[in-house]
Structure formats: structure tokens, C-alpha cells
T-cell receptor
Framework: GAVVSQHPSRVICKSGTSVKIECRSL??????MFWYRQFPKQSLMLMAT?????????EQGVEKDKFLINHASLTLSTLTVTSAHPEDSSFYIC??????????FGPGTRLTVT | GIQVEQSPPDLILQEGANSTLRCNFS?????LQWFHQNPWGQLINLFY???GTKQNGRLSATTVATERYSLLYISSSQTTDSGVYFC???????????FGQGTTLQVKP
């Protein structure tokens, strides 16, 4: 149980285009999902909290107009990187809150912007 | 905000050896989880352990909440144990996980 999927696992896009990443909880409903970013050999940095049916809450320093989050159902949250630039290249990971405090993570999406 | 510190930052073991990883946190927490990030980037849940002791096979964890630390024990290490081990905590009711910097473990055959 408690499986979270992400799609795509890898994406390469040109500078200026937008990329959408999907995060799904496969066997449970998640009213809250989280999006993280991880640079090579560093820890995970929380970008935003995604709540089903309401606006996402962004961490300080994260541009909400650049990283659009939609949580339209209890099993799906999407992150859209708009007008991507090479500095947006990173490993993006989502998690879903399984119960009050425990989170399960997706396998991650490696984004490369050329 | 709360600080989470892990030690050691790097650890190299021979297969079969035992190890202890430590996580210190600067304030009281509602949740503490240990994760293993494999070479492909997937975070695997090891323990949900805000307090007490748990065991799962060769791994066990202990959290002493009153003293604000947690320990992860790996016994009879295998090469597949290699990767980065993260400790993460939740303070308050936000559900937000705050990660430590991780311990990178390399197990040599």
C-alpha cells in the first residue's frame, strides 16, 4: 500500500517551453501533497504544499507564477514549470500525505532544460 | 525554524559491518521519518518513528523525543544498502517535512 507515482520520470525541454509533471497516489486518497526540488548531492527542498480543492501554499522564495500547482482530485496533483530556463533543471519529487503525518514519495522527475 | 542535523555525512563500510546513523533536531516534533534514497532517486520509507524503537529486518530505529535525537541502526550491511539516508521531521500541524542533509553510505563488497 501507499504507492505514489510520478510521470514523466525524465523530460528534456527547450528553454521557454512549459513542462507538466503529474503526481498520483495510486491506492489511497491524499488531501495534501507536497512538491520538492533536489539538486545534485543536496537534500530535498520543499517548494509548495498542494491541497485538494484549494490554492497551493508556496514556500518563501518559490515563484508561484513559475511553478503552477493544481490539485484537482484526491489522487492527482500536477506541477507545471512555466517558461522553463536551464536553471530550472533539477530533480522534482512529490509526496502524498498518507495519514496525519506520514508521507510517501514518488520516484521523481528529472527535468533538463536546454 | 527547526534544525535537523545528521551525522556522519559520509560513511564507507565493508559488507557485513554494522553502523549507526544519527539525527539531531533542535525542537520538539510531531513526526520523524527515516528514508533511504536509492541511486535512482526514489525515497523509500524506512521508519515512521516519532518516539520509541522499531525494527524491520536488519534495520532498527530509536527516537528519544525528550532528548531530541533519533538513531538508525543497520546491521550486517549489504551493497544494496548503499545510498543516502535522510531523517525528516514535522513540527506543528502543517505536515511539512523538514529534511536533514543526509548520510551517504557506501557499502563495499
Amino acid at each position: 500500500g501507499a504507492v505514489v507515482s510520478q510521470h514523466p520520470s525524465r523530460v528534456i525541454c527547450k528553454s521557454g517551453t512549459s513542462v507538466k509533471i503529474e503526481c498520483r497516489s495510486l491506492d489511497f486518497q491524499a488531501t495534501t501533497m507536497f512538491w520538492y526540488r533536489q539538486f545534485p548531492k543536496q537534500s530535498l527542498m520543499l517548494m509548495a504544499t498542494s491541497n485538494e480543492g484549494s490554492k497551493a501554499t508556496y514556500e518563501q522564495g518559490v515563484e508561484k507564477d513559475k511553478f503552477l500547482i493544481n490539485h484537482a482530485s484526491l489522487t492527482l496533483s500536477t506541477l507545471t514549470v512555466t517558461s522553463a530556463h536551464p536553471e530550472d533543471s533539477s530533480f522534482y519529487i512529490c509526496s502524498a500525505r498518507f495519514n496525519s503525518y506520514e508521507q510517501y514519495f514518488g520516484p521523481g522527475t528529472r527535468l533538463t532544460v536546454t | 525554524g527547526i534544525q535537523v542535523e545528521q551525522s556522519p555525512p559520509d560513511l564507507i563500510l565493508q559488507e557485513g559491518a554494522n553502523s549507526t546513523l544519527r539525527c539531531n533536531f533542535s525542537d520538539s516534533v510531531n513526526n520523524l521519518q527515516w528514508f533511504h534514497q536509492n541511486p535512482w532517486g526514489q525515497l523509500i520509507n524506512l521508519f515512521y518513528i516519532p518516539s520509541g524503537t522499531k525494527q524491520n529486518g536488519r534495520l532498527s530505529a530509536t527516537t528519544v523525543a525528550t532528548e531530541r535525537y533519533s538513531l538508525l541502526y543497520i546491521s550486517s550491511s549489504q551493497t544494496t544498502d548503499s545510498g543516502v539516508y535522510f531523517c525528516a521531521v514535522v513540527r506543528g500541524n502543517t505536515g511539512k517535512l523538514i529534511f536533514g542533509q543526509g548520510t551517504t553510505l557506501q557499502v563495499k563488497p
